[in-house]
């Protein structure tokens, strides 16, 4: 079974950044490409970013607006997802997810087109 942890959420102030981490465990996965989603409460889960595997190849959401830097580290079977200038309005549980099939090379903003899941890290941002 594979798993994805999440981590590094916390509370910070508005302007403050913050690093999360998604780490994969268990079986062994490997060529898979990775997003990041959140979720607010009462709201839809949102596309963040994601990652392609080999290539590196990176998609993000428009409100992003290169506030956010999402990167992984295939050897640490880890991905990151670096936030600055964080506003309250990013407050959420944000979930990283997985993508195993076509190698790892397709990104996708679509959350149907992830495979597995992690349980999700809280972010709050203070005004």
């Known amino acids: 079974q594979v798993q994805l942890v999440e981590s590094g959420g916390g509370l910070v102030q508005a302007g403050g950044s913050l690093r999360l981490s998604c780490a994969a465990s268990g079986r062994t996965l490997s060529n898979y490409a990775a997003g990041w989603f959140r979720q607010a409460p009462g709201k839809e889960r949102d596309f963040v970013a994601a990652i392609a595997w080999s290539s590196g190849g990176t998609y993000y959401a428009d409100f992003v607006q290169g506030r956010f830097t999402i990167s992984r580290d295939n050897a640490k079977s880890t991905v990151y997802l670096q936030m600055n200038s964080l506003k309250p309005d990013d407050t959420a549980v944000y979930y990283c997810?997985?993508?195993?099939?076509?190698?790892?090379?397709?990104?996708?903003?679509?959350?149907?087109?992830?495979?597995?899941w992690g349980q999700g890290t809280q972010v709050t941002v203070s005004s």
């Open positions: 997810a997985a993508i195993v099939r076509d190698g790892g090379t397709v990104v996708s903003g679509t959350s149907s087109d992830y495979d597995y």
